[in-house]
């Protein structure tokens, strides 16, 4: 056996990958085709007829939705009919100890509201109202002007047996559905909704209110959600909590228990209750119907798999004659590389994506970065040199300028201008802060001191145009952030609001904890505000607002914190300008430098 293995492996390796990749095609699609045709036919059908069942329940729950929302629009506009002043005040003043003209009257106003009531429900057929004195009124659609004339059988009925009241008719009721009358060549059934009326302000009793529905909505509804119109398939149709029909395309079955007027030989059942009506929705669904669709499919994927294996026997030899080309000419440029040839390239398709041409691209790529580096290796030397040039002059200026502010501010004292001495002073500390760790991490209380600094000088600067306030928690002063990075928020907000303004500028900074991981900084101005959308083009990210400032506290928002801030802008021309800006929060023993999870 060990011999055998061995021919074979030695036979197997004499082989081209070309050979050796269709092959072994060839042998996965057989096995593939054995198990489809065996074992995995059993699940498949197992699995297909459990999707096909899922979808159907899924129709089921819609129809069931569908249908209990139709009984629940028309129970609501029932109950606001029962509560209505007008028909309330109109059975008051049907009482027999009223006046004849005033009953009149009231009969009148009866009728004009049931009218009004039918005429924006379609699908109402009856309606009856019997007072407390036991006199039934009734309005008819199919009659004109036909109040308390012609009694439906049906609701004489209900009122006899006293069905609302013995259901706990103060809540309303469901009477399933029943024949009606026959109007011309249609027959009606309707299913009714009881109601009992009270007037609640002097807790009286009133009468009670019977609305009788077309059923034929409720059939069209059922058969919508069929799969097929053909009843020996599927049907759809609705049962009460005594499983007798509510609702059936058959209207010979209304009102029969469903297990004796429907044959269930062969049916799969499904049933889905509605909670308005406590009526349950019952679908049958042929099982040789879902049988029939596993089989259909089976032979599809059977024939499919074939005709792919026939044309994938043809591409994959094709593919790996390509594959084995590609692999050559890469090893043939490594070989070159290797022998001091840094230049060379791997020829490349740019409109191919396959896995080796995405090699040769990367390999290429790659040579190019070791080209690049060793270029720049030969800069760098002098790029050092450079930068140690420009930062001994960055500490020499800023330092330059401070000493010569210092000197003119004690000129200032001995010439007794101490406004011009305070400015000069101020400007100074300011220009100290920004020297100091220009990108260093400051706590919130520093960062006030400096913008308290900036804001007295601003305010000197454009005469006393605009007043500021400051509001900080206590608790969040010692928290931590990097310096004078809301700074060109607030001299926008002064440059392009407050400094248009005359007088009666007023510019609000407020800092608070918005929960235990994150502050708020609110920055708002009553100046001439802006266009919506030009707000959002000045602060959006990458935006062409055209503002240096903004567009640097956008840059340092992302790298410090990434995508755990946010910023958000409200602003109206003449109304002023709100900015929010929310950032983590750091206490003042974190080392928080740049951007983290959030």
């Known amino acids: 056996m060990g011999r055998v293995l061995k021919k074979l492996k030695y036979f197997w390796d004499c082989r081209t990958f070309a050979s050796q990749l269709t092959a072994v095609f060839l042998v996965v699609f057989f096995v593939l085709v054995i198990i489809l045709g065996g074992t995995g036919t059993y699940l498949f059908r197992q699995i297909l007829e459990s999707k096909i069942e899922e979808s159907f329940r899924q129709t089921l729950r819609q129809t069931g939705k569908n249908i209990d929302t139709t009984l629940s629009i028309y129970k609501d506009s029932i109950s606001q009919l029962a509560i209505d002043r007008d028909l309330l005040w109109n059975l008051k003043n049907l009482d027999l100890t009223q006046k004849a003209d005033i009953r009149e009257q009231a009969e009148e106003q009866l009728e004009d509201r049931l009218m009004d009531y039918m005429a924006y429900q379609s699908d109402v057929r009856f309606v009856s109202v019997e007072t407390a004195d036991g006199v039934i009124y009734s309005f008819d659609r199919t009659q004109n002007r036909s109040i308390y004339r012609n009694v439906s059988e049906l609701h004489k009925t209900y009122f006899d047996q006293g069905l609302v009241e013995a259901r706990q008719g103060v809540k309303g009721i469901w009477m399933r559905t029943e024949y009606l009358d026959r109007v011309g060549t249609r027959e009606y059934y309707v299913y009714t909704f009881g109601k009992q009326i009270y007037d609640w302000n002097i807790n009286r009793y009133l009468g009670s209110l019977l609305v009788s529905i077309e059923e034929d909505r409720l059939a069209d509804i059922c058969g919508e959600a069929q799969i097929s119109k053909d009843q020996n398939i599927n049907s759809l149709f609705i049962v009460d909590s005594g499983q007798r029909i509510v609702s059936h395309s058959d209207k010979s079955l209304i009102g029969k228990k469903m297990y004796e007027a429907i044959n269930f030989d062969g049916m799969k059942v499904f049933e889905e209750t509605l909670p308005s009506s406590g009526?349950?929705?019952?679908?049958?669904?042929?099982?040789?119907?879902?049988?029939?669709?596993?089989?259909?499919?089976?032979?599809?994927?059977?024939?499919?798999?074939?005709?792919?294996?026939?044309?994938?026997?043809?591409?994959?030899?094709?593919?790996?004659?390509?594959?084995?080309?590609?692999?050559?000419?890469?090893?043939?440029?490594?070989?070159?590389?290797?022998?001091?040839?840094?230049?060379?390239?791997?020829?490349?398709?740019?409109?191919?994506?396959?896995?080796?041409?995405?090699?040769?691209v990367h390999f290429n790529a790659m040579m190019d970065k070791i080209n690049e580096q060793v270029k720049m290796v030969k800069i760098a030397g002098e790029k050092e040199k450079e930068a140690e040039i420009r930062a001994l002059e960055a500490q020499i200026n800023p330092h330059f300028i401070y000493n010569t502010l210092d000197s003119i501010n004690w000129l200032a004292i001995e010439n007794g201008q101490d406004?011009?001495?305070?400015?000069?002073?101020?400007?100074?500390?300011?220009?100290?802060?920004?020297?100091?760790?220009?990108?260093?991490i400051v706590t919130i209380q520093e960062e006030l001191g400096y913008l308290e600094k900036y804001l007295f000088l601003q305010k000197k600067r454009f005469m006393d145009s605009f007043e500021y306030l400051i509001e900080c928690q206590e608790a969040v002063k010692s928290c931590r952030i990097h310096k004078m990075i809301f700074q060109p928020l607030i001299e926008n907000s002064i440059l392009h609001g407050c400094a248009k303004l005359d007088y009666g500028g007023f510019l609000k900074i407020q800092i608070q904890e918005l929960d235990e991981t994150y502050l708020k900084f609110m920055i708002v101005d009553n100046g001439a505000g802006m266009e919506p959308e030009q707000a959002r083009r000045l602060f959006s990210e990458g935006g062409s607002g055209g503002s240096i400032g903004i567009a640097n506290v956008l840059a340092r928002l992302k790298v410090y914190y990434g995508e755990c801030y946010s910023i958000h802008v409200d602003s109206m021309p003449g109304a002023g300008t709100s900015i929010e800006v929310v950032i983590p929060k750091q206490d003042g023993s974190g080392d928080r430098d740049e951007n983290t999870d959030c």
Request: net charge positive; hydrophobic share 45%.
């Open 419 to 440: 406004e011009i001495s305070s400015m000069l002073s101020q400007f100074a500390q300011i220009l100290r802060y920004q020297i100091q760790k220009s990108n260093g």
């Open 279 to 360: 009526w349950t929705v019952v679908s049958l669904l042929n099982q040789g119907y879902i049988y029939n669709q596993v089989r259909d499919v089976q032979r599809m994927v059977l024939l499919s798999c074939a005709m792919l294996g026939i044309v994938a026997v043809a591409m994959i030899a094709f593919v790996s004659r390509r594959m084995t080309r590609y692999v050559k000419n890469i090893v043939s440029t490594m070989r070159e590389v290797e022998s001091g040839k840094l230049s060379a390239t791997v020829g490349v398709n740019r409109d191919e994506k396959n896995e080796l041409n995405l090699i040769a």
